[in-house]
């Protein structure tokens, strides 16, 4: 016959049954979201994310229940029109379609949708330079061109998505200083603007991150591609590319203003009314 528990012990052990109830439920909740997520996100028109009840209802919904579970914030607040949007364009530069097989689409959903955390990332830059290899191209200058137009590709994107980054933060400042404005305030409220203005730092800061992985990719590719199909020509295209790309993430990092795409500061301009015009020498007198 077991022994009788105390009724501290009754209490432990129906703690520790109720964690491992919650850790069971989560750990199903994960496995439904592997299964789930096997497809990667599915596009639409002009390569937009396509609606998908799995994708947009099923598949958030458990990752919320597991960011709660990493101790993460989690807003029920809902999504502005910027925040949305901000979302829309992100996904473009975390995984666009013309990414295909090289970026892990499963994983990189499950990391969208909260369901694993986004430190969660094995970023290998050599595979975007294995899938180029795995193509056939008929010409070996063809592999040069994807990685320019793929750069190209990514750099057009970056300043429609810097633009709305810029005023989802600030309408997040201006949230936070909404609430301090406030002589009473609920903790749902402060707790679901607290969670909402981390959520869309963290998406900025992913979407940073992504390029910054892709700018790796090219630069492995391009550098491989030197010295196994060397061409002078295609080097020096895919390299301008490359740059051009550089240049936008950087504006991107620098908060989308007081820089130019170089990374150099802008040189104000001087006043034509005042001092002539512009930087020429003075104004020419009788």
Known sequence: MPPLLSEEGRMAEARNTGRGRKGALRLAFVSLAVLAAACSRPTGDFDRAAPSVIHDKVLPFIGDEAARGRGEPVSKFNLTNDEELLRDRGWTLIRPPSSEDWIEGSRVELIRTRVLPESDQN???????KYLRSDKYRS???RYDRVAVDAEGDADLVLPFCEVAERVTAA???RLRALGRRSVTTQEELAGAQARVWENSQYIAWAKLSLRYRLKSYRYAIDALEIETPSEERVWDANSA???LAGEILFLEKGCKGINRYGQEAQARRSRIYNGWGTEGPVYKK
């Open 242 to 244: 490359w740059k051009r």
């Open 140 to 142: 070996s200058d063809a």
């Open 123 to 129: 970023l290998d830059p050599s595979r975007y330079y």
């Open 172 to 174: 997040d400042e201006e």
